[in-house]
């Protein structure tokens, strides 16, 4: 028996070493999407692993080098032996929280691929695109130089970049960044290669195919930036290197400036599972606007209750400059202003109101030190009498300096949350900052808007608190921008195809003062947005943010009081999203279901459009729906509109007219 025995284990050996060496011997390792369309390939031929993508017959990323330098001078990638294979397939339905639809069905095909050198490499492929990620097999903590991903596509293809705007003679100078721009469509072999483009970047690499390159769960790492290197055709990678030291300063103090960096990229723990490089597909423009890709592949919430959240609309003071009038008090950052920004919120049953730059003293960067003008206080008694919550506008030096102190000590007053602002870069010490905030948060019951920093890349699943993320250009930069620095209609019908592959955004939309091209003008005063007061409204539907800026004074809302009671009532979360049309760049519409009411909103560009919604896919045909659309006069003044209640013919095909920087919207 015992002979028998040793047998059997001496061939076991035999076959799991005949099993390794044929799997060593193979060069190209494959897993195809659950519909068997996508397919993800890895190529170790030549020393060094390639990615590749296809759809069937189409190339969507050539043979791409991706490699991972570490200070030991080790290279993953290259001259890697391969250990072993495994493969699985899952196939789930997650609940999804403050989101853009109830479920998220996150199916997949995994192929890991394990190396001698001590590291894996992960690859999924979904229907809606795929993605792979270096993991750390290595019980001791690794330091990073530098990771490479040459996204290479076809010839010919395009895409369309948000560059850093800041101005720089060197990629490094461009790090310091706030992560808003509109977006460049070139030729990828002709993207300036003295530009970083921040991600998502969205790529045509053939045909009617699109690819949003984009990352997803990002932790103890920079974010992932792109440029084309000097006669290359291809994209690489860029990333801030660690800061070794920094110091106060920025914008009103309220800043970690960084003045020295490392030789290296990250410090990263044991068994470091590295972020996820993801490429989003859509056969069809509209495919983009349901891709739930990065969702899928963060972490699962980490809180054991999240019923205490709560999304919703926000009072917005700073852009419009604190300008209520007709009132028989001084407006601006005091007592009575706020109040009044609480009676307003609680007349149209808006959850909060935000105050924003100016109630903290300024200089040192101590948010226990509040104004004179203000008895904040009160603010949050009367606020929380009305069923307003109070959001607290925050440097993002000025909160981690004295985090869990401010934290308990604003919870205790019964403040609601932080709009944490001016972080502007994306390093990895800046990207485990907003892990810290959205962690101790929680640990207070306290909602959390990231603005002035990068895209999400799955936070907001993992810390369902973290409602927002700016990360976009959006309305404020009407406060101070020319139409030719500035076009907002070509970013509004772009930013649903490709920012909002990343998740939720801080847009700030709700303008009731609207320009044409010929009458929009910048102001810090009385700032307007470019477009039609429709556009505004729709913006409200197509747009997903689960803490949602009215970003106009409570006077001219009262004086449309139309508009906002229509913009009041529409969700920020949703059950149910379905993509009606569009194209990335010229104009789209959307339809959204909260409960049993649906919800449609629909923009264009500059360029007046008919379109046709068929609104049978979501139930309406036969039914009566309130409508809001472009007035007849609105080419010419913006603000015109029509509001009215229509019947939606019983097929459901609705035609539609949008003036020049127009919008529709209707709920039934």
């Known amino acids: 028996m015992k002979q028998q025995n040793r047998w059997r284990t001496l061939l076991k050996v035999l076959m799991t070493a005949c099993l390794v060496v044929t799997t060593s011997q193979a060069k190209v390792y494959e897993t195809q999407s659950p519909n068997g369309k996508l397919c993800l390939s890895v190529d ?14 189409e190339v969507l990323l050539k043979p791409s080098t991706i490699a991972l330098e570490l200070s030991d001078g080790k290279v993953w990638g290259r001259n890697a032996r391969l250990l072993r294979q495994q493969r699985k397939s899952q196939r789930e339905t997650v609940k999804a929280l403050f ?55 076809p010839d010919g293809a395009t895409a369309y970049f948000p560059y850093v705007r800041q101005e720089g003679t060197s990629l490094e100078e461009q790090l310091i960044n706030t992560f808003e721009n509109t977006y460049t469509h070139t030729e990828v072999a002709r993207s300036d290669e003295a530009k970083l483009a921040f991600l998502p970047v969205l790529i045509e690499p053939t045909g009617h195919f699109k690819v949003g390159i984009t990352e997803a769960n990002v932790r103890h790492y920079p974010n992932m930036l792109l440029h084309r290197e000097k006669n290359s055709t291809a994209l690489s990678t860029y990333f801030a290197r660690y800061p070794v030291k920094e110091e106060q300063g920025g914008y009103d103090n ?58 919703g609309k926000v009072a917005w003071d700073w852009w419009n400059n604190w300008g209520v009038y007709n009132v028989p008090f001084k407006a601006g950052i005091n007592t009575e202003t706020y109040l009044y920004f609480i009676d307003f919120a609680a007349r149209y049953g808006i959850e909060y109101v935000v105050l924003d730059d100016g109630w903290s003293v300024r200089g040192p960067a101590d948010l ?3 104004v004179d003008e203000i008895d904040l206080k009160a603010i949050i008694d009367y606020a929380n009498s009305k069923n307003v919550g109070i959001i607290l506008w925050a440097g993002s030096y000025a909160l981690d300096r004295d985090l869990e102190n401010v934290c308990k000590t604003y919870a205790a007053m019964g403040a609601k949350g932080f709009k944490v602002d001016v972080i502007n870069r994306d390093d990895q010490k800046a990207v485990d900052y907003h892990y810290r905030v959205a962690e101790m948060a929680a640990k207070y019951g306290l909602v959390v808007d990231f603005h002035g920093t990068f895209k999400p890349s799955g936070l907001n699943r993992m810390f369902p608190n973290v409602l927002n993320f700016e990360g976009v250009c959006g309305m404020e930069f009407n406060k101070w921008s020319k139409l030719e620095e500035y076009d907002q209609m070509n970013g509004d019908v772009t930013i649903p195809f490709v920012r909002m592959l990343a998740g939720p955004m801080d847009y700030t939309q709700g303008a009731m003062l609207n320009g044409t091209r010929s009458s929009y003008r910048s102001s810090g005063t009385e700032p307007m947005s470019q477009g039609t007061r429709t556009h505004q409204l729709a913006l409200y539907t197509v747009l997903m943010s689960p803490l949602s800026m009215l970003c106009d004074s409570p006077t001219h809302y009262d004086q449309n009081e139309a508009c906002t009671r229509f913009i009041s009532h529409v ?8 993509p009606l049309c569009g194209k990335v760049g010229e104009y789209v519409a959307v339809a959204r279901r909260k409960g049993s009411q649906w919800y449609v909103g629909a923009l264009t560009n500059w360029t007046p459009r008919e379109i ?33 209640t229509i019947d939606i013919p019983a097929d459901g095909k609705l035609r539609v007219k949008m003036a020049p920087g127009g919008g529709f919207t209707l709920k039934f």
Request: glycine share 6%.
């Open 571 to 578: 969700p920020t979360c949703w059950d149910e999203t379905v």
């Open 44 to 57: 170790d031929s030549d020393g060094k692993l390639q990615v590749s993508l296809r759809h069937g017959d």
């Open 368 to 370: 226990l030190k509040v």
């Open 612 to 644: 046709e919604l068929d609104l049978s896919v979501i139930g309406a045909g036969g039914h009566k729906a309130e409508v809001f659309r472009d007035g007849p006069n609105a080419e010419k003044i913006a603000q015109d509109y029509e509001h009215l």
């Open 254 to 311: 309220l800043q970690l400036l960084v003045k020295e960096r490392g030789d290296f990229i990250a410090l990263c723990p044991a068994k470091m599972q590295f972020p996820w490089r993801v490429m989003c597909v859509g056969e069809t423009d509209t495919d983009l606007l349901v891709n739930d890709l990065v969702y899928c592949l963060a972490e699962p919430c980490q809180l054991e209750n999240t019923d205490w959240i709560k999304p």
């Open 99 to 153: 989101y853009g639809k109830e479920k998220v069905e996150n199916n997949y095909n995994e192929l890991t691929l394990t190396f001698r050198e001590g590291f894996s490499l992960q690859l999924r492929a979904f229907d809606q695109g795929a993605a792979y990620r270096f993991v750390s097999l290595s019980n001791e903590e690794l330091k990073v130089v530098n990771e490479q991903a040459d996204f290479s596509f």
